[in-house]
């Protein structure tokens, strides 16, 4: 039986200057739940310019970097004493660009989940992940949950995303671990205590015209039915397998609520994210070349593009960030 991520043992929260820490908050909430371990890390990123800076203050560049780490160091310190006086933790400030150097810091101390504030780029009403989320998303190899300045760090309504068309894929056994793994993942940061976990399949029938086109039968339209319901027939036996399978690891809580609509991915979920009030959306992302039926690259990028909610995005048992490859 394939399982899923397991509990936290080691978070990492990027750490942010705004007043509201709700990156922080988050983490700390899952932490003391499951027990893990808590990590912050700031970035520094040096100017294009760094050198035109040096030369006009009259400063050495590396003089200028060690004093902006300083700066950074005491301004997260600030935050984190102010968010959670009576906690110390353990503070990284990294120089570089900030998506490596939170890769980096994952695989060099065996964090196995991060929390981050979103970037949106754009306004309120369109929430679309900044560079630094983007590459996170797509790369960095252990979970990584994107929230919103206004978002609850105990989610109530999760929305979790899945891809039944098992017999369809080039690679179903990993398919369906990810499956597992994207309703686990759900499961575990689902905080409040009536928290619930709907359980998303966006599917359709392709060959529906086809069979319209090419019966050979009297009546085309029965022949279509048939082939309709038989697929969603399918979808349910894979539902209710997966959802057994879940309800096995985790006991009666949270409550898993199955929900198949019938359309593409890019819109079901995010229509049934608004639908539902989801507080997060958590689904796959980032599969291996050659796997058929899992959110990769472009679709991905534009589901999440379209929700205005926090994201959770899970990947493959396995996969490996082309950022540490060597």
């Not at 369906?176 to 359709?204: K, Q, S």
Request: proline share 6%; aromatic share 4%; net charge negative.
């Amino acid at each position: 039986m394939t399982t899923g991520p397991g509990k936290p043992r080691k978070i990492l929260v990027v750490a942010d200057t705004s007043e509201v820490q709700i990156a922080l908050q988050s983490a700390l909430t899952l932490a003391e739940r499951h027990g893990a371990s808590l990590e912050v890390i700031a970035c520094v990123d040096p100017p294009r310019d760094l050198s035109i800076l040096s030369r006009l203050s009259g400063e050495d560049p590396d003089r200028l970097i060690e004093e902006a780490v300083e700066h950074t160091r005491k301004e997260i310190r600030a935050r984190l004493d102010a968010t959670a006086p009576d906690r110390r933790f353990n503070l990284s400030v990294a120089v570089g660009k900030a998506y490596l150097e939170i890769i980096r810091h994952v695989a060099r101390t065996e964090c196995d989940f991060v929390v981050k504030k979103a970037e949106p780029l754009s306004g309120i009403d369109r929430f679309l992940f900044a560079s630094t989320d983007q590459h996170l998303l797509r790369k960095c190899p252990c979970p990584v949950w994107l929230q919103t300045p206004t978002a609850s760090s105990a989610p109530r309504r999760i929305l979790a995303a899945v891809d039944l068309d098992i017999r369809d894929a080039a690679e179903p056994e990993t398919l369906a671990a990810l499956n597992r793994r994207v309703v686990d993942a759900a499961c575990m940061v689902a905080g409040a205590p009536d928290a619930e976990v709907i359980v998303l399949h966006a599917w359709d029938a392709i060959g529906e015209g086809m069979i319209w086109t090419f019966s050979g039968g009297s009546d085309p339209r029965m022949s279509a039915d048939r082939y309709v319901n038989e697929i969603l027939d399918t979808r349910h036996e894979a539902m209710n397998r997966l959802l057994a399978q879940v309800r096995t690891g985790i006991g009666p809580e949270p409550r898993l609520v199955p929900r198949l609509v019938r359309g593409a991915p890019e819109t079901i979920i995010h229509e049934q994210s608004r639908q539902v009030a989801a507080d997060l959306v958590v689904m796959g992302t980032v599969a291996r070349t050659g796997l058929s039926g899992v959110f990769i690259g472009n679709t991905a990028e534009n589901i999440i593009n379209s929700l205005d909610c926090p994201i959770l995005a899970v990947k493959p048992e396995g996969f490996a960030s082309p950022l540490l490859a060597g």
